[in-house]
């Protein structure tokens, strides 16, 4: 049945590729505003069964759609909508000695699988970017939100279908078990597989996928405190990244303290992070200057905690700081907060993350902050896209050769 | 061991970025130069033993290295020393609306696995590729060809270490079992791993691999001769591709074309292939006008011939040709001969292969022909780098952000 899915979706490839894909997103704009009941009657009806199964609190957040939700997903298609088409360039055609012209032509990748979790809107804005650059997408969303995801699948189908596109662009996947992962890591019909969600997921699509993937993974950020830095900042940056949205992949978990500033910085940082509720947990050295923390166990300096609990930890210097990233760190998003260029041009380039900020919060890894217009996640992989996945990372480039019976020789 | 191995060459890799890469790359021409004679000792140590292990007459041809090979390796050496750095560069550097200046750094991949067959040459050329793109690598080659590497990379870590670079940078896995491939499917220290040479190693790594593949895998390479095609042009360009160089993944398998030529065009293929030993196997239609074919069995329309062996169907036009090359090609190389350009265009945006030509031979889909200086392979994975990849595919780029204390709202 997946198979199936993904046949149907193939054999459409080209006719999405070269169809009116702005319409379409542009239709299903004007369809969630007119048929929005339809979709929270479905939401209502996943929140109701996910309580009867003892969801937590926050499950239950994330999974409820709201009317605010509505306007935030109907601009967000009407922005990718007006974003510039992605496709059909032609880049660096060049005369070759011969007289052969070559160059790159900006194509689809093609059908793109993904599998994700709880949050239902994902179903309109992942379809959207994916959509804006020419590919199918074959959708495997959490249990809990089957029948909201289900209702805005029908949506897009006929949004496809007013703009005159294949509705076989979209598909949702019917079952929601573990089978119907494990099927689509092995469906070499997919040009590639993008798993966003916990842990435990993304382990498992990178075990199983026998076909391209790129995983959307975890946030262990850190913020270097050098000793060079404006203090002032450096507590604005690290209450930036900790606090205004915990529960995100690129909120702030760690602070490295150069030990020259350690004695002064640390009690303000102690400070402000009580008066936000956030717990600190320290480094042997960390801890007498921080009278509430308590020791940070040795095993959670790679934890991500999606919550309002920071770890703090005194280093000798940058050398140390750049050891510990390397070694703790989980490639996403890594800033320092320095006045010294040098000092600041060594981490930008010896850091490997997808993102490195000098004197900015981590919480700029997003498509929309970087000027992608949209995006589908944050790829941690370092292939083919190292960070946020907007339209133009959904695509790919093939060569092209133009010649007037060339051979070779 | 090979994990070992790994670790060691992770630890070095912001050396290696920052070294002299070039100056590692003119070292190991003169070391070839100098030493080629160590090297040839242990070529024929393992041609002694291929010979004694009843290898085939081409795969002791593909494992023997001359004396030309010395000019050919040391050249390519020297010119790829003198491309330009493809590291450093950052990318379009923008400024945000909140005054955050963005941009992407061209970054080494990283550490990349390579698994090999045979060809002892790709010891000096792969490396030479990864090198000069700033990575490390980690080697697996082929059993037969244990001791002509293993003379190769005890020169690249001499060359290393005079032009002051970690040898760690270059390893030879010190066993050539199956386990050792599988080892390095699992070894997630890798950032990339390529597997070159023949379907089953390609299929076995695909299947077992939990780290980035690049696959090189085989150009089931078709040439479209259309009923607008000049026919002296398309019978040089069948010729070119399928006898220049049989046996190499650019050749050419199969010449479809269209039923208004076919009756003038195949007799003079056919003369034009017998000239050269090429056996022609056809389909129904093109049977009758090719007295010396023999037919194409049904099961043979996505073999990789690497010989002098032609496929010939006739078809009823460019939509037959679309879709046969959908179903049966490989994704590597697609020509097409015509002089509509209507009909042109079409076929180059709507065939989905790495290269796609118009009234050229498919022997062009070489990273020195498309002008990249120098290859690694040609990837026919969609993902990251379509087509040949040269130093610029070997290298990523990592998002940076350059702030005055930037948070956000």
Redesign the interface.
Known sequence: MIRELAERARARL?EIAKGNRDGALLAMARLLEARWEEVLRANREDLEEAERAGLSRAKLDRLALRDKDLKTLAEGLRQIAALPDPLGRIEGL?K?PNG?R?GR?R?P??LIGFIYEARPGATVEAVAVALKAGNAMLLRGGKEAFRSNRALVALWREALGEAGLPEEAVALVPTTDREAILEMCRLELL??LIPRGGEELIRLV??EA?V???AHAKGVNHLYVDERA?LD?AL??AL?GKV?RPAVCNALEAVLVHERVAPLFLPRLEEAMAAHGVELRACPRALPLLPRAVPASAEEWDREYLDLILRVKVVAGLEEALAHIARYGSRHTEAICTEDPKTAWRF???V??????????T???DGF???LGAEIGIST????A???MGPLELT?????????????G
Chains 1, 2 share one sequence.
């Not at 790919?396 to 070779?408: H, S, V, Y």
């Open positions: 080209a060049t070759r052969l070559v032509m194509v990748l093609g040009d590639l990178q075990k026998r391209p993937v790129l404006d900042m604005r940056l930036n205004q930008l380039e010896e490997d993350a997808s993102l490195v900020l000098w004197n900015a919060s919480r700029f890894n902050q970087l000027g992989s370092k292939l083919h190292y960070g946020p790919t480039t093939k060569w092209i050769a133009l010649g007037e019976g060339q051979e070779r």
